[in-house]
């Protein structure tokens, strides 16, 4: 398989270069342009904040913690202009928002650890661990995004910043694409939420007892570090009593 795929980290992407490919080469006279979202994560407005439908990329990472309306818009509005104006040779638009309202991976820790917290999952089997780096289901998550997540990625957006510009404020506002409209903190609290409808299926009312438990499982954790930090100090303190006092000192 490596052979055939050469440098691509996996058929994934091999497949979508593969298929950029056959259309530069075989539909040069046909009007195209190619969209290309840098991740697929849950809706922002349309149809409703957060919906989303699969547990891949980021979506698994927050699912794992506790137990994107944009390409859409996008895609009817490059159709629309290549359609409309027939610009020369195929344009492709880099859906992404590094370079205008960017993303870290650890403003998405500790922003989905808090939403999590106070919207959490029902019938956790412990506090919520949003750590990248202890969480065990996270950390196998992680890995399977190893290739995109560790190296430092550069899109150019001038086509997809054109393209909004070019259309009238009434499109703009109908068909928005404009990433540096969203607000990341409220968008990941709408993201968690539909994580908990969408696809763990968690009623609604099932919130405040879903934070009851979570409250109990904090102190519970609070209380149990308390117990062994009490239970270590005392052994060292009949360890040192046990020793000459030369020796303790």
Same mark, same amino acid.
């Given at each position: 398989?490596? &052979?055939?795929? &050469?440098? =691509?980290?996996?058929?994934?992407?091999?497949? #979508?270069?593969?298929?950029?490919?056959?259309?530069?080469?075989?539909?040069?006279?046909?009007?195209?342009?190619? !969209?290309?979202?840098?991740?697929?994560?849950?809706? $922002? #407005?349309? +149809?409703?904040? &957060?919906?989303?439908?699969?547990?891949?990329? +980021?979506?698994?990472?927050?699912?794992?913690?506790? #137990? &994107?309306?944009?390409?859409?818009?996008?895609?009817?509005?490059?159709?629309?202009?290549?359609?409309?104006?027939?610009?020369?040779?195929?344009?492709?638009?880099?859906? /992404?928002?590094?370079?205008?309202?960017?993303?870290?991976?650890?403003?998405?820790?500790?922003?989905?650890?808090?939403?999590? !917290? @106070?919207?959490?999952? @029902?019938?956790?089997? $412990?506090?919520?661990?949003?750590?990248? =780096?202890?969480?065990?289901?996270?950390?196998?998550?992680?890995?399977?995004?190893?290739?995109?997540?560790?190296?430092? $990625? *550069?899109?150019?957006?001038?086509?997809?910043?054109?393209?909004?510009?070019?259309?009238?404020?009434?499109?703009?506002?109908?068909?928005?694409?404009?990433?540096?409209?969203?607000?990341?903190?409220?968008?990941?609290?709408?993201?968690?939420?539909?994580?908990?409808?969408?696809?763990?299926?968690?009623?609604?009312?099932?919130?405040?007892?879903?934070? #009851?438990? !979570? %409250? =109990?499982?904090?102190?519970?954790? /609070?209380?149990?570090?308390? *117990?062994?930090? @009490?239970?270590?100090?005392?052994?060292?303190?009949?360890?040192? %009593?046990?020793?000459?006092?030369?020796?303790?000192?």
């Amino acid at each position: 398989m490596n &052979g055939l795929i &050469g440098n =691509k980290p996996n058929t994934y992407t091999y497949t #979508k270069a593969l298929a950029e490919h056959i259309l530069t080469v075989e539909a040069t006279s046909l009007p195209l342009c190619i !969209v290309r979202p840098s991740i697929v994560t849950a809706t $922002w #407005k349309e +149809p409703v904040a &957060g919906w989303v439908d699969n547990v891949n990329g +980021p979506t698994g990472l927050i699912a794992a913690c506790g #137990k &994107g309306i944009f390409p859409v818009n996008l895609i009817l509005s490059a159709a629309w202009y290549t359609a409309e104006h027939k610009p020369e040779g195929i344009k492709v638009y880099n859906c /992404c928002t590094g370079t205008q309202n960017p993303l870290l991976w650890g403003d998405l820790e500790n922003w989905g650890f808090k939403h999590l !917290v @106070s919207n959490p999952l @029902s019938d956790v089997l $412990w506090y919520p661990a949003a750590s990248f =780096k202890t969480n065990k289901k996270i950390t196998k998550a992680v890995q399977s995004l190893q290739y995109f997540t560790v190296n430092q $990625w *550069q899109f150019n957006t001038d086509n997809m910043v054109a393209l909004y510009e070019f259309l009238s404020p009434e499109d703009q506002r109908m068909f928005s694409f404009n990433v540096r409209e969203v607000n990341w903190p409220t968008y990941i609290g709408k993201y968690c939420l539909g994580l908990r409808k969408y696809i763990m299926k968690d009623d609604h009312s099932t919130l405040p007892a879903a934070r #009851k438990h !979570v %409250r =109990k499982a904090i102190m519970f954790r /609070c209380e149990t570090a308390r *117990q062994l930090w @009490s239970f270590m100090f005392g052994m060292v303190l009949r360890m040192a %009593r046990m020793l000459p006092i030369g020796e303790a000192i």
